[in-house]
């Protein structure tokens, strides 16, 4: 009998990492992916906040869009965690403890060792195109302490570097580094608005990019017309579709598949929800057991795997949806030696696209910080005809990289 799929939400997750900033060489390699308890803890925390920073961006964007409900986005939860680190070592304790609370983490010392192990770890990964980079940049009316130099770059290969952020060209600077970082995708992630009014004191940045193969590729001629039933309305969208044996989960009331990237350990799994579930509420119930249920399991079915081609891109605000979960708007910075209290604001701008040959995604995070004033038995067939999520994940490290909302095409 054929047991039949289509996903109205897909999830895909990753990682990857390397600065095209720094040569590769300058960080050490790791080889293998150890982690002791405490780090094992924290990794459980991290993949805790990003399903929670998921559901928390999905009813945000339905709270937005009154006459767009559903609409498709994207988040990456690697970036948006990798800065608010930089920014909790950076801060002081008050602003550090919020963080922390909202990162699930209860050890800043093994979260800092665990994110130093995954930039080393996959940025060893010659098969997939990878890019993460981290930097700190600060208005050079102040000075840094050196020790705090020295602990950002060792813990997340940071430069910490001071700009002239009275000077529209700052902004150049810093959207330059973000379109080096993500191969073009992410050309912008500020303008020169940021800088009126209350001057910026500093900017923590995240970038990543990666580029890859599927393992079991689409055969474009077999990619056909066919229709999407979304949210809103049905269209005609290109269909992908491939027979192969693949990673397959079946959930309670979803299904998932996993296409791994050709020789690496990243991998998208993408997850389909039954078809009489709402896409809203299967994001703000799907968690961390579910995920890990998907993740262990070691079942392969023959899957007619039905995947609409497509590409998005997310530009947005955060700071709202990560206060929502508990980070502060406000700080004190110490190691800059700035003795006023900063407002904190934070963006992200996300990019995926998927085709018959592959995957490409690419995010850049920046948390400014500025003076305050205020089928049968063997064929299971998965058909992404309706709207779906999208995660990515490296299988080693566990790391998310990017999760997404598919729901118009």
């Known amino acids: ?54 559901a928390t961006m999905a009813k945000d964007v339905d709270a937005a869009v009154e006459h767009a409900e559903y609409a498709n986005f994207c988040v990456s939860p690697l970036s948006a965690s990798i800065a608010l680190a930089m920014v909790a070592n950076s801060t002081d304790d008050a602003c550090r403890d919020a963080i922390a609370d909202m990162l699930k983490c209860d050890d800043m010392a093994a979260l800092n060792s665990l994110y130093n192990k ?5 940025c060893n990964d010659p098969n997939v195109d990878i890019k993460l980079a981290n930097a700190i940049w600060y208005h050079n009316d102040y000075s840094v302490d050196d020790e ?16 002239d952020f ?25 303008d020169e608005s940021i800088i009126r009014h209350n001057p ?12 890859g193969e599927w393992e079991k590729k689409f055969d474009p001629e077999f990619t056909h017309t066919d229709i999407f039933n979304g949210t809103k309305s049905i269209r005609y969208i290109k269909m992908m579709s491939s027979v ?46 579910d995920w890990r249920a998907i993740m262990n399991s070691r079942k392969e079915m023959l899957v007619n795997v039905g995947l609409p081609r497509f590409e998005i891109n997310t530009n947005c605000d955060i700071i709202k949806i990560l206060n929502e979960m508990g980070m502060p708007l406000s700080a004190f910075l110490p190691p800059l030696n700035v003795e006023d209290e900063i407002c904190l604001n934070a963006y992200q701008s996300t990019y995926t696209k998927i085709d018959e040959a592959g995957a490409t995604v690419a995010a850049a995070t920046d948390i400014v910080g500025k003076l305050t004033s205020y089928a049968s038995p063997d064929l299971v067939e998965l058909i992404f005809n309706r709207p779906f999520l999208y995660f990515m994940v490296n299988k080693t490290t566990g790391a998310i990289l990017m999760a997404g909302r598919i729901c118009e095409l």
């Open 1 to 54: 009998m054929k047991l039949k799929l289509i996903l109205p939400a897909v999830l895909a997750v990753g990682l990857w990492a390397c600065s095209s900033d720094e040569p590769k060489q300058q960080i050490p390699e790791l080889n293998t992916f150890e982690l002791s308890r405490s780090e094992a803890n924290m990794q459980v925390a991290v993949e805790n906040f990003a399903f929670d920073l998921f």
């Open 118 to 122: 995954v930039i080393r770890m996959t």
């Open 148 to 163: 705090f130099t020295t602990s950002i770059y060792d813990k997340f290969y940071a430069p910490v570097t001071g700009v």
């Open 166 to 190: 009275k000077d529209v060209s700052s902004i150049g600077l810093i959207n330059r580094w973000c379109a080096d970082n993500t191969s073009g995708k992410i050309p912008q992630i500020i």
């Open 200 to 211: 910026v004191i500093v900017m923590w940045l995240n970038a990543l990019y990666a580029q």
């Open 244 to 289: 192969k044996n693949r990673p397959y989960y079946d959930g309670d009331d979803y299904q998932a598949v996993t296409l791994d990237m050709k020789g690496s350990d990243n991998a998208f799994v993408f997850v389909l929800p039954d078809k009489d579930v709402d896409i809203a509420e299967f994001i703000s119930g799907f968690n961390v057991s």
